[in-house]
Structure formats: structure tokens, C-alpha cells
């Protein structure tokens, strides 16, 4: 017999066994000796009421052998299959690969930057001497942004497509199982790129090729289908179909569509800040306790509000996590955060950022570059008040709110280093003022936010895409190019790792219907 019941329990019980199968038992009003064995579903942490308790939708066994599940999946040869070329090797391009390979296609994969491994030595380049190559950085190359930024997985794109699928995926390529109970599974940057390497490889033995270190210059078109790509380095790669799915930080592709007469267009986005508290402070707020016992996660918060008609909120929260300079060009700033699949560094950060439409930035609203060229002067504005070397501009929260210079900067955990400077010379007006509203409203909904202990890190810039590439709805295809699927987060369709991976496939389910 099988039964599913949700089962409460304290921190302290539910990793223990004989814990939960007593629960299970006075449940079910059975022994605890007819139970085999438990299975958990879903697992969150409730922390509304005074005590913290953990809820586990759970699959109880009784009187039988406990079922294994299976994550392992045959990929067929592909090696003389039609081409499918997949630009980009983020989520959206790996999990489009990997469809590709069940579908019967051979996927291309060309990616600009490196493979995960030697990613590596341009990222310490960035953290140490303020380095930032165009191509390797933590934007570009094998994985995409969220190798190095942090591995979240959790989404609320659930209408998309099917979540558990890519979940699954990711499980029978290394990632722990708990991915598939917890409320806001996440991988970890320490473990990610072994899980990346584990997915290039399944490509490869399949018959798929990947191009590192290649970048696109030209799309091929003729007669308003796609007929391939050409590269940087004059080759010419042909297919019939194309899945575009290049990341958010990719202008110099925007720019290359625009050139071709390609349609692209300006989309809203958000710009803030990254905020950094010591992890106890949001703790204790959230968990209602002075210190965080043993056998709690580092808390995590979600915070919004309306202030003159934009919204205001918190994205891409990290508990027990670090700050990144993710610029993606020389003479920019960029943050960005990143937890370890322990989340065990002293500190909490989030971006803080405000809605962006077109109507609030000056300029020709048809110019499909204009929140774009926004986001770069913001960018620009923080390199220049850091004083060089990705040093970023920052400010102590109260000090910020109350308009006053900070005597200095709290320790924090940006590795290139943090100014004291003024944010209002650096953020435009109109999203400085929203700011300052927000934070004190943040602090009354969560105890202990609102305090000079955080600092303020310039810019959280690279929320989502400014630029959208359309598409039509029911094809997936661009609305003039036939055979051309914009995908991802870049074109404008995805807002994750999730939801990124889920358009890939998506694209390469509408592609293969075509060839």
C-alpha cells in the first residue's frame, strides 16, 4: 500500500527517519513497523508562526518494498541526423542540445566564450586585478550566466512547459535529488559546472559538436529562410534552422540582427542595486530567533512595492552568499550575487531594483536600442564613481536613504571592493527616489532590514534583456525569418535557468515540426 500525506514536523526532525516514520504512523494510525520506507515530494520551510516547522508532502510505504526512481535517459546517435545549429550555450541552448538529441536532430553548438573549466582563470582575472574579457566572463561561455551566479532553479513559469522534466534532467546529470522536493531548489556555483561538463558530454557522445571560443557575425538568409550562420573567423555553418539563444548581455547580436534588417525591438527591464546584509540580521527576522539553529537553511526574503507607479523589489536573493562583478565590457559596472550549494558565507545579498518602461528614459521609443544604451550609460556612470578596477560605488543603507556620503563601507563580500560614494551620482534620479522610499517600507514588513549594517552595491543592471527579439506565438518562429527561433533570455522569453532551459526545448520542439 501507498499512501501520500503531508507531514509537519520541527527542524530537528526532518532529516531523521524514525522521526518521520513515527509521524507518518500516528497519521495513518498504523505501527511504525509496517512502514518501509518514505519518500518526500515537496519539502518548504513554514516560519509564519512562532515556531519554525518544515511541511513535506511525503509517499509513505507500507507493507512494501520502497519504489527507486530512475533519472538515466538513452540518447540516440545523431552524428548524420539534420543539423540544427543552437547559438549560445546557456541553459536555453544546452537543454535545446539535449531535445535536439531525443528529437533525432544533430545539435551545433556554437558558443563565444570558453568551457567551463577555463572560464575559470578569466573570472579569477575579474576578482583580482579588475580584468574583464568581452568573451569570458561570468555572462559568456559554456553554461551561461548561471554557472558562476549561483545555480537558482526556482521559477514560476510552471505554464511553460514541464518543470519536473528539466529538474529530472539536470538529477540524471549529477545534481542532488533534493532539487526535485525542495520549495526553491538550487544547485550551487561549486557544483554546477561538473553538471555542465556532465550535459556537454552527453551532447558530444551523441554525435552533437560544440564550438567554443566562436562567435557569430552574420546570419545567413536567404529568401527570408534562415539558411546558417557565419563566424568571426569566416566560416560558414549551414542548417535550416537556427536557435538563437544568447543570453541577455549579448549586444553585439542585437546589433547584428538590427544591421541585417532584422526586426528587434526595446523591452522594459528593472535596474537597481545589490543589497547586502550579514546573514543573522535576515535570519533573525524571518525566523523569529536570535541565533539560526543547525538545522535551518540561511533564510531568504521576497520584497516589493509600488512607489509612483513603478514597482519596487527585491531579485535574484542569495542567502549565505557573495557579490560578483559580472560586467561583460571594459570601463562597466555590473553586480550580480551567487550562493554555494551550502550558502554558507556570512552574508545576504539581493538585487533592489525598479521597473523600467520605455516612456521613462528620453528618446525615440522605436529606436530598439534605447533602454539598452540606458542600461550602458548607468554601467558606465558606476565604473567611473568605483574609481577603476570594477571597484563598485556603495552606500550604507540609512546613509543612502537620508541622502548623506557614508564614512565607510561595512565589510562585505564583493572581492574587487567597494567605494564610498554618493548613489544619486550614479543612479538616475527618478529610480535614486524610488529607492529611498522603498527601503524604509521594506524595513517595517521585515524586521531589522532597514539598517546601516547593509550597503548598497552599484548596479544591479542585468535583471533581464532590454532588447526583445519577436517571435510569432503558435511557430516560435521570427516573424520574418523563417526557420529563425529567438530564444531564451535574451530574446525576451525567459527570466531563469528554468524558464530558459524550458524555451530551449520549446524552440526545439517548434524547429523540429519544420525540417
Known sequence: MIKEIEIVCSPEQHEDEIALKSIAATALKLSPKRITGLKILKRSIDARGRKVVYRMQTRVFVDEAVQADHYAVNYPAVTQAKPVIIVGAGPAGIFAALQCILLGF???????GKDVKQ?????????????????????????????YSDGKLY????????????????????????ILVDARPHIGTNKLPQIITAMRETIL???GEILFDTKITELLVQFNQVKGVKTADGNKIMANAVILATGHSARDVFKMLHRQNILVEAKPFALGVRIEHPQDIIDKAQYHCDVRGPHLPPSYYSLVEQVDNRGVFSFCMCPGGIIAPC????????????SPSKRNNPFANSGTVVQINLEDVAGDD???????????????????????????????MVD???????????????????????????LPSWIHQRLQKALPVFGRKMKGYYTNEAVLVGVESRTSSPVKIPRDRETLQHPQIAGLYPCGEGAGYAGGIISAAIDGINCTIAASKTL
Open 327 to 338: 560586467s561583460t565590457e571594459p570601463g562597466e559596472i555590473v553586480v550580480n550575487g551567487w
Open 119 to 147: 572560464r575559470r582563470r578569466d573570472l579569477a582575472n575579474i576578482n583580482k586585478q579588475g580584468l574583464v574579457n568581452p568573451d569570458s566572463n561570468y555572462c559568456f561561455g559554456e553554461g551561461g550566466a548561471g554557472t
Open 366 to 396: 522605436a529606436d530598439p536600442f534605447k533602454l539598452l544604451n540606458f542600461q550602458q550609460q548607468v554601467e558606465q556612470a558606476a565604473f567611473t564613481a568605483g574609481g577603476g578596477n570594477l571597484v563598485a560605488p556603495g552606500q550604507r
Open 205 to 207: 557522445n551523441a554525435g
Open 400 to 426: 543612502f536613504v537620508e541622502g548623506r556620503i557614508s564614512a565607510d563601507i561595512p565589510k562585505n563580500s564583493y572581492l574587487p571592493g567597494v567605494a564610498s560614494v554618493d548613489l544619486k551620482d550614479v
Open 106 to 112: 544533430k545539435p551545433i553548438v556554437i558558443e563565444r
Open 155 to 178: 521559477t514560476r513559469s510552471t505554464k511553460r512547459g514541464d518543470v519536473n522534466q528539466v529538474l529530472k534532467m539536470f538529477v540524471a546529470h549529477g545534481a542532488s535529488e533534493d
